[in-house]
C-alpha cells in the first residue's frame, strides 16, 4: 500500500504527540503539495494545478480500499519516484499527516518530527503530495473508506521509503482534533 499503513502496534516506551489538526488551505498545504479543488471546464493550465511527475514508471490510478484507520500513527512514508494524489470516494472527509520533502533524493533521509504537521481534508477536494513528501493517513472515522489514488504501478514494491516514528525517534503521534 502507498500509504501510511495502520499501526502494527505503537511501542510501549514511545511518547504520543498530540497533533493539533489544521483545516487544510492552499497556502498551509503549498510545502507538501497542491490542493485541488474543483475549477470550471475550461480553464486553462496553470501554476495553482498538481504538477505532476509520474515519467519514471506506468501511471497507476486506482480505488484504494483502507479500513481501521486508528487515529494514532508511528510510521511515516515518502515515495522518491512519483508525485501522489490522493482523494476521498464519496466525498467523506478524512485526515492526513505530513513532513516536508527535505532531501528528496536521498534514500535513507529521514523526517524532522517537529516538521509534522496535521490536516483535515474535506471530502470535495484532493491533493497532490509533492515527490519525497512524508505521509500518513488517510485516517477516518469510519470501519472503511475508499480513495482514488494516482501514483505509479510499482510504487508499493521499489519506491516506499518508511521511517519508523517509535523506534527511531521515541515517538508516536496522534490526531487531536
Keep these: 500500500m502507498s500509504v501510511s499503513e495502520p499501526n502494527s502496534g505503537v511501542a510501549s516506551n514511545s511518547r504520543v504527540i498530540d497533533l493539533v489538526v489544521e483545516p487544510i488551505s492552499v497556502e498551509a498545504f503549498l510545502p507538501f503539495g497542491t490542493l485541488i479543488e474543483a475549477a470550471e471546464d475550461g480553464k486553462l493550465f496553470g501554476p495553482d494545478e498538481a504538477q505532476l511527475q509520474l515519467n519514471q514508471g506506468i501511471p497507476r490510478f486506482y480505488v484504494m480500499r ?32 505530513v513532513a516536508p520533502p527535505d532531501q528528496p533524493d536521498t534514500a535513507d533521509a529521514e523526517p524532522d518530527p517537529a516538521s509534522i504537521r496535521a490536516f483535515r481534508v474535506p471530502g470535495d477536494v484532493a ?3 509533492h515527490r519525497s513528501t512524508w505521509h500518513a493517513g488517510p485516517y477516518f472515522d469510519d470501519a472503511t473508506q475508499d480513495f482514488f489514488n494516482l501514483e505509479l504501478a510499482d510504487t508499493n514494491q521499489v519506491d ?9 525517534f521515541g515517538l508516536s503521534f496522534r490526531f487531536a482534533e
Design 66 to 97: 483502507l479500513h481501521g484507520r486508528p487515529k494514532l500513527f508511528n510510521r511515516i512514508t515518502r515515495h522518491l519516484r512519483v508525485t501522489q494524489c490522493l482523494a476521498s470516494v464519496g466525498g467523506k472527509p478524512w485526515l492526513l499527516a
Design 127 to 129: 491533493v497532490a503530495l
Design 160 to 168: 516506499h521509503h518508511n521511517c519508523l516514528l517509535d523506534r527511531r
